[in-house]
């Protein structure tokens, strides 16, 4: 489904001298169909540089990606983008916001897909308000919305919880669970918070300290539906934790 | 002596505070009702304008009427512009100030706008450009007075290119301010989803860029009037700004000064409808500072 094949990247930091920054040395992985990767790592490890590359915002100097056999060159349809900073147009509406991104529908298959979209995310009543007007949790459900909306074959979230109060957080996280069964999406969520990723995914990547390397991919098994469990409570997560923990204490 | 009363005082402090305290609460309320009124802006700006008239009333009554007038004088000379028993009708002037202004600052404004968001889309042509742009900016334009009226003569059109080229600099400049501000992270939400150019640049830039441009428009208006006074005074037989001239020739100090009164409040009403305008139009600027 997304293979990732020794991808590098290196920013530029001085021009005239050509001094480069390495940030990501030969990230590779595959994501199956379905599955929900989870990337950690500490933080300026180029986590949010791997997705934006995945997302065909930033481009690669070595490697391949790779998305159902076709190389990634640049933004695609393919790919939905759930952004740390929500992204929304402060001049549009919740509606407007959805239906900017769909402009290649007709309009009644707009207007289902945004209905169908928004009140997945539990936000119909609040189609007309400005974002001004919502909170930071609505305000990303509002950015999930608009990123599922297309459709994509693959959900990329770049640390979605990020800027949400942690209550919030937790109830919102719980949502995404739902949309990820309801919708058997394939997703990489990045985060930098451990619980968070062991709630999530089915399998998680720790990338070092920068230059990011891929220092593991750690099985999460689980039960799900996760939020009927208190998986939480459960003595795997704590070890997964622990483990999480031991690498991330490594990778300093 | 007075390093043991220095002394001493820290000591006894505490215990009359202690002892006082029930007894200056009240006090201390009525104090703060009455001082409530004395800091009322509205009463210290009234108090204010009576003391100014009053200095002005008493240093224009003593001196030459030809050079300075009093305010009694000036409500009169008012008296006479507003009842058109004077030699020139105000309304009728003022009439043609604001069409001579208004014409120079919608074509400003179109110009403006259109050519800031050309330099802030085009590098190249802000490349090219940005350096006459800067120059014409920071040249007085009342030196380019002699230049308009080799080319227009006197009259109308001079006075309309006049107004343009002093409104249209700070347009230009905040529009294209506006249009390269636009933040990374809702270009980068438009490209992810593969917007379109025309729909990016409709829906993206133009609207992340309104504040700005409202700005420009504002800072325009306030330009257009100075030019369009500028241009009367120089190049033509009516007008407001005309009028100044004309009083200022016959020191009529009263009815000069009237007018000017008229300028001031002119100026402003136009300063503030525009800022009216702006808070209508930008109701989303907090919010997109706090989500960038």
Known sequence: MIDLDRVSKDFVVHQKEARQLAVLRDISFKVNEGEVYAVIGPSGCGKTTLLRIIAGLEEKDRGSIRINNDEVIGPGRDRGLVFQTFNLFPWMTV??????????????????????????????????????????????????????????????????LANVDSQTAELLL??????????????????????????????????????????????????????????????????LRSKLRRFLGLAK | MKVEDSESRPEKKPEQLASALPETLPAVTRAHGARSI???????????????????????????????????????????LLSGQGNYSLLDATIVTLEDMLAGFVIAAVVGVAFGIALG??????????????????????????????WFGIGFTAIVFTVFLTAVFPMIINTQAGVKNVSRSLLDTANVFMVGPVRRFRSVIIPA???????????????????????????????????????????????????????????????????FLESKISYWKQTERAFR
Request: charged share 20%; net charge negative.
């Open chain 2, 209 to 275: 860029a309104t504040p700005f441009i409202m700005a420009g428009l504002r800072l325009g208006v306030a330009e257009a009037f100075i030019g369009v006074i500028v241009a009367e005074m120089v190049l033509s037989l009516t007008g407001l700004g005309y009028m100044i001239t004309a009083f200022g020739q016959y020191y009529d100090t009263p009815q000069l000064i009237g007018t000017i009164l008229v300028l001031m409040i002119i100026g402003a009403a136009l300063t503030s409808f525009v800022q």
């Open chain 2, 38 to 80: 004395l800091e009322n802006k509205w009463f210290i700006r009234i108090v204010a304008f009576v003391i100014i008239m009053g200095i002005w009333q008493i240093v224009g009554s003593s001196t030459n009427p030809l050079f300075f007038s009093t305010p009694v004088g000036v409500i009169k000379g008012f008296g006479t």
């Open chain 1, 174 to 239: 719980d949502e995404l669970l739902k949309i990820f069964e309801k919708t058997r999406k394939t997703a990489i969520y990045v985060t930098h918070n451990m619980d968070e990723a062991i709630y999530v995914a089915d399998k998680i990547i720790v990338l070092s300290q920068r230059p990011g390397t891929v220092m593991d991919v750690i099985d999460v098994n689980l039960p799900k539906p996760r939020w009927q469990y208190d998986v939480r409570g459960l003595p795997e997560f704590a070890a």
């Open chain 1, 95 to 160: 509606r407007q916001n959805v239906e900017f991104v769909l402009y290649d529908l007709t309009s009644d298959e707009r207007d289902a897909r945004v209905k169908r979209y928004i009140d997945l995310v539990g936000l119909s009543g609040f189609e007309d308000y400005h974002p001004h007007q919502l909170s930071g949790g609505m305000l990303q459900r509002v950015g999930i919305a608009r990123a599922l909306s297309i459709e994509p074959n693959v959900l990329l979230l770049d640390e979605p």
């Open chain 2, 121 to 150: 889309v085009s590098r190249k042509l802000d490349v090219a450009l940005n350096p006459y742009v800067n120059a014409l900016y920071v040249t007085p334009r009342i030196a380019l007075i002699p230049l308009i009226i080799i």
